[in-house]
């Protein structure tokens, strides 16, 4: 298992620039040490020809290298490095095809609006559009990749490449996270660096308006059936939300970016059921509607709709809806919003609940740091639309039941690794209960397959006392299946249980759906715990049943074998074949 080292101090930054000298001290230094200076531990990325001069320095700063063996698969792993530690993932390749191959995974960090930086080498300056039939040449690098993330920058100077890794930095503190690309031309990544240490970005975010968040906080007072919807924008407001809901007894639910942002086996928890009829009927019921960081896409409500002007009702409807994002374009997408904070969710909670202080409504007792407050009353009516979503949602059922025994084998802090895979979306999302942030990595927006294999390495590097699973479908693990060479070289312990329904099974039901002949959906796949065999990793073989049965032997086999791949010192493989 990789090393990661302590955070590297600035003066250890310091030390090592001055030791290096000559040619050395150089573009590739410029860019580690910005990194390095910024906290990152480490990098996903496969050294090439072009981006040697970034590696040579990896190590003096502290930074560990993580070889996958695909970009794509890089990009994942970044992306589960953040989801676990907060962190931004940093991803580099080396120049054409390598950048190419990083760019879905870039593309889906976008999508779900999360911090990646992508650093790629360039063709040398001069040389842009000339065709000239360099190795790697791509006609556009960085003009193609800025259509796709945030920003991308082709530097000119060494000095401008610290600066880029800096601002980007700085930009994620500030506002909506989302991935950004640096192209550093091969001869600025060779050429003199005279610059000193980049002073870390400090933490910055728009301010609440202190009048818009009283009124908010009065309009929450007087509720009587308020509803918090909180999505990914939300996770850095976990202590503050909780002291909210449990504040004004008001139920939680969550998208599956937010889930855990209430631990949901709290009485307010309505877990990330966004989808679900039960809650879009409760968001239409609702007097004051909180919406804290989410878009309310359809990738996450499939069809559904939030909020009373959406409801059956929506000329009578009498709701006021508070709309909480960083981001001001989001305010009113999918739902107009009548109270608008532009704000990060920390702040702007931590607002809310001064406000609500100051009210001193002798009905509103603010929830201490620690402890839980809710009221009996709150608790019920949590309670019951609980059990209105198990009527809808049946988590008993195959899929679902799958992640309920991979949690209790492995342990309740398990993180479960999905995929664009039905045992993900029609089962992990719902069935998982997940006690903090971090537990399910899994991508809705951009519902990418191959994601869930390398994600998993991501986080159990982020957390190697963490038990994680990648629990995937067979089509999805054939996107990424590589990656468990990467697992097995680190000496991983990751469990990648891989659910074999015999090729794309819901493509298949969309097709008799639309009567259309299998075309394409039946599959030819690997043995796949032979395959994990050959990699070096441990294999269990189980065949399961289609007959929602939990006394089922085989439930019993697999749970036995996440529990002892767990304990175990190396990678283990277990194929789970179903009907």
């Known amino acids: 298992m990789p090393q990661l080292s302590d955070h590297t101090h600035r003066s250890d930054i310091e030390e090592h620039i001055a030791a290096v000298s000559g040619e050395h001290r150089n573009g590739g230094l410029a860019?580690?040490?910005?990194?390095?200076?910024?906290?990152?531990?480490?990098?996903?990325?496969?050294?090439?020809?072009?981006?040697?001069?970034?590696?040579?320095?990896?190590?003096?700063?502290?930074?560990?290298?993580?070889?996958?063996?695909?970009?794509?698969?890089?990009?994942?792993?970044?992306?589960?490095?953040?989801?676990?530690?907060?962190?931004?993932?940093?991803?580099?390749?080396?120049?054409?095809?390598?950048?190419?191959?990083?760019?879905?995974?870039?593309?889906?960090?976008?999508?779900?609006?999360?911090?990646?930086?992508?650093?790629?080498?360039?063709?040398?300056?001069?040389?842009?559009?000339?065709?000239?039939?360099?190795?790697?040449?791509?006609?556009?690098?960085?003009?193609?990749?800025?259509?796709?993330?945030?920003?991308?920058?082709?530097?000119?100077?060494?000095?401008?490449?610290a600066h880029a890794v800096t601002q980007a930095f700085e930009e994620f503190s500030r506002g909506r996270p989302r991935p950004v690309h640096i192209e550093v031309p091969l001869d600025v990544l060779e050429a003199q660096w005279s610059g000193q240490v980049p002073t870390p970005a400090l933490p910055s975010s728009p301010a609440p308006g202190q009048a818009v968040l009283k009124q908010a906080a009065e309009l929450l007072a007087q509720a009587d059936s308020p509803l918090i919807i909180a999505g990914g924008g939300s996770r850095g407001a976990v202590g503050p939300l909780r002291r909210l809901a449990e504040s004004l007894g008001a139920p939680v639910a969550t998208t599956s970016n937010g889930k855990g942002v209430l631990a949901e086996d709290h009485p307010l928890s309505l877990g990330a059921n966004v989808r679900r009829a039960v809650v879009q009927e409760a968001s239409y019921a609702a007097d004051v509607l909180l919406v804290i960081g989410s878009e309310l896409g359809d990738s996450d409500l499939w069809g559904g709709l939030i909020?009373?002007?959406?409801?059956?009702?929506?000329?009578?409807a009498e709701q006021t809806v508070i709309r909480i994002d960083i981001d001001p374009s989001q305010l009113h997408k999918n739902l107009h919003g009548d109270?608008?904070?532009?704000?990060?969710?920390?702040?702007?909670?931590?607002?809310?609940?001064?406000?609500?202080?100051?009210?001193?409504?002798?009905?509103i007792s603010i929830a201490q740091e620690g402890g839980r407050t809710v009221t009996e009353a709150a608790a019920e009516r949590a309670a019951e639309l609980r059990r209105r979503i198990d009527k809808e949602f049946d988590p008993a059922g195959m899929l679902p039941s799958l992640t309920t025994l991979v949690q209790r084998a492995a342990g309740e802090d398990v993180i479960i690794a999905g995929d664009s895979s039905q045992v993900t979306y029609d089962g992990t999302i719902h069935a998982l209960v997940a006690r903090q942030l971090g537990q399910l990595l899994y991508m809705p927006g951009y519902a990418t397959l191959g994601y869930g294999i390398p994600a998993a390495i991501g986080a159990k590097i982020a957390a190697p006392e963490r038990p994680v699973v990648a629990l995937v479908g067979d089509g999805a693990a054939m996107f990424s299946l590589q990656e468990i060479m990467t697992a097995v070289e680190c000496e991983l312990p990751v469990v990648f249980l891989v659910v074999d329904n015999g090729g794309y099974k819901e493509i298949e039901a969309q097709m008799d759906e639309r009567s259309i002949p299998h075309v394409g959906v039946r599959l030819v796949r690997p043995d796949f715990a032979a395959l994990g065999a050959a990699m070096g990793t441990h294999a269990v073989s189980l065949s399961g049943t289609a007959a929602d049965n939990p006394a089922a032997p085989w439930r019993e086999q697999l749970e036995a074998a996440v529990r002892e791949a767990v304990a175990a010192e190396k990678p283990t493989v277990i194929s789970l074949q179903l009907p």
């Open 31 to 161: 860019v580690m040490a910005a990194l390095a200076a910024h906290g990152t531990e480490v990098i996903f990325g496969i050294p090439g020809t072009h981006n040697l001069e970034l590696y040579r320095h990896m190590a003096p700063l502290g930074i560990a290298a993580i070889t996958p063996r695909h970009e794509q698969g890089a990009g994942y792993a970044a992306d589960g490095y953040h989801q676990v530690t907060g962190r931004p993932g940093v991803v580099i390749t080396t120049s054409g095809p390598a950048l190419t191959n990083a760019l879905t995974a870039a593309a889906t960090a976008y999508a779900e609006s999360r911090p990646m930086i992508l650093i790629s080498p360039g063709m040398p300056l001069g040389t842009e559009g000339k065709d000239l039939g360099l190795l790697h040449e791509t006609k556009d690098s960085s003009g193609s990749v800025d259509r796709l993330l945030a920003w991308s920058r082709r530097v000119r100077t060494p000095e401008a490449a």
């Open 307 to 316: 909020g009373s002007e959406h409801g059956p009702d929506a000329e009578k």
């Open 339 to 363: 109270v608008l904070i532009c704000a990060d969710a920390q702040e702007a909670l931590g607002g809310v609940l001064a406000s609500l202080e100051e009210i001193g409504n002798a009905e």
